[in-house]
Every structure is written in C-alpha cells, then in structure tokens.
C-alpha cells in the first residue's frame, strides 16, 4: 500500500508562506483525487482543498480559496500545498491524503483511506 509522507510545516508570522509537499511512497494514478485537510486546535478535521490530477481541477474549502493552491508533479508523485499570506487561524496539523477509489473526487473525508502523518503548521500574529 502506498504511504504518504507530509513536510515542510513550521512556524511563520502573520503574512508568511510555507509549502507543504506529501511524497508517495509508490505511483498514484491521475485519476485518484487528492486532498489536504487540517486538524486546527480543538476542531474537527476539515478539507482544505482537493485535486483531481488527470484533469487538473480543484476544489477549495471558501476560508482558504484566495490564499491556498493545490497542485501535483505527476512525475514525482508528490502533492503539493502552497499557502500564503497565513493567519494565526490557520495554525493546526495538516495532512495529505488519497481517495479510495478512482472517479470523481469526494468532499467526505471517509473516503479518504490513506493519510499521512501530518505537519504542524503554527502561525504567530
């Protein structure tokens, strides 16, 4: 079974940016959606944006649309989180993770069966 490992978490100020990658350990079809969720501090875990590489469409959860993008390098295998202009509520653990099956992509996160570990994101004002 594949496994997803996340980096590039961190601390930031207020306006900062990180990237955050989720390496596969093996291939992952095009036609798999892939997303990011975060967990923030006493929350439950939501998603953030998702992607459905063989056609290159997203989707993002309405809070982060304008400041977070989502994206694939097909060849690597490894998803991408690019986030800026961060504020203090997007402090909280985020994952990556792949849908179960193939077709169109899910906003439930049941249908999501493999997850990464998670990075810590904390953002200071």
């Known amino acids: 079974q594949v496994q997803l490992t996340e980096s590039g978490g961190g601390s930031v100020q207020a306006g900062g940016s990180l990237r955050l990658s989720c390496a596969a350990s093996?291939?992952?079809?095009?036609?798999?959606?892939m997303a990011w969720f975060r967990q923030r501090p006493g929350k439950e875990r939501e998603l953030l944006a998702r992607?459905?590489?063989?056609?290159?469409?997203?989707f993002y959860l309405n809070s982060v649309k304008d400041r977070f993008t989502i994206s694939r390098d097909n060849t690597e295998n490894t998803l991408f989180l690019q986030m800026n202009n961060l504020i203090p509520e997007d402090t909280a653990m985020y994952y990556c993770?792949?849908?179960?099956?193939?077709?169109?992509?899910?906003?439930?996160?049941?249908?999501?069966?493999?997850w990464g570990q998670g990075t810590q994101v904390a953002v200071s004002s």
């Open positions: 993770a792949l849908q179960r099956n193939g077709g169109s992509c899910s906003t439930r996160e049941i249908d999501f069966g493999t």
């Open positions: 992607i459905y590489p063989q056609l290159g469409t997203t």
């Open positions: 093996g291939y992952i079809s095009p036609t798999i959606c």
